[in-house]
């Protein structure tokens, strides 16, 4: 997979990576997932995203089992892993731990990303105090944070130790751009990666619309490509997202994986543009 993305820690990550939201959660799924799993691991696709919510950490055992399987003939320094705390594990207290069960459930003893999923009670200074700890010790190798609004990036920036945030991760498909408002633009400032999930708009009613959206049927057959293919296409247009597409399916991360091989042409991103007009005014942080 090439255009890979430069974090400000030095380390370069792949433009698509592979969601594992609802992955682990049936054991008689579990041998699909982990084939699927190490296909888009095989085809570049080698930064996974779980979290200690997903599954009450199924998602992180079940990942576990992927990246051991996957060390049995290639490196650990080759992934990229990515899980996230959740906002009342974030304390002073609780985050070693967090951190340490995370690390369990998966198999490793550092992670390469640390998210703080998403805003909760707990003082953002003591959870930015405690993320910069973790990184001193080695458990983690970065830190970043997840559905953080404008006014919540401008708050972090001025904590002392917030600049060592790496990645926002936030809701993108092409039916809610309301972070191309202002957000995306404080982020790129500030060298904050934006890390893009549900890009195809969680397979539900929305997607559905996307799928089968004129527009983007046409410029799926003028690629000779899926509709999925340019929608992800479309996400990771500018070289300064990541998306992390979930799939269960070998086939269909296939067919991902080579989405990042396509170039949409201006003409082809202004028709999406007058399909699914970006913001003109601030909207509410989309996270479903
Ligand atoms: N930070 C947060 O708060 C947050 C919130 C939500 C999600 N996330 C992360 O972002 C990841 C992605 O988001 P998501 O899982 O909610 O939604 P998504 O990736 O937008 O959509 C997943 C759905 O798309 C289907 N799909 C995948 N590839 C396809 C293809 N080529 N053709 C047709 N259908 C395809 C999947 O079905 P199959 O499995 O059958 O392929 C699944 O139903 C999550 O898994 C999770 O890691 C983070």
Redesign the pocket.
Known sequence: MKKNIRLKNGTNIPPLGL?????GDRPEKAQQEITALLTGIDQGMTLI???EM?GEGLSEKLVGKVISKYLQKGNREDLYIVS?VLPWNAGRNKIHQACESSMKRLEIDYLDLY?Y??IGDIPLAEVVEGLNQLQEQGLIRGWGV??FDTADIKQLLQIPGGENCLVN?N?Y?PASRGIEYDLLELMYQHDIIHMS???????GRI?KGLQENATIRDIAEAHNV?P??VLLAWNIRNGKTVA??????AN??M??AAACDITLTPKELEAIDTAYPPPTCKLPLD?E
Not at 197 to 203: D, E, N, S
């Open positions: 969601g594992t939201w609802c992955i995203d779980t979290a997903y996230k998210l999923h998403w997840s559905n991760q809701l498909h999930y549900c890009p195809l708009a969680q397979g997607a899926t999925s293919q992390i597409p979930k799939s269960a399916s269909h991360i067919e991902n996270t």
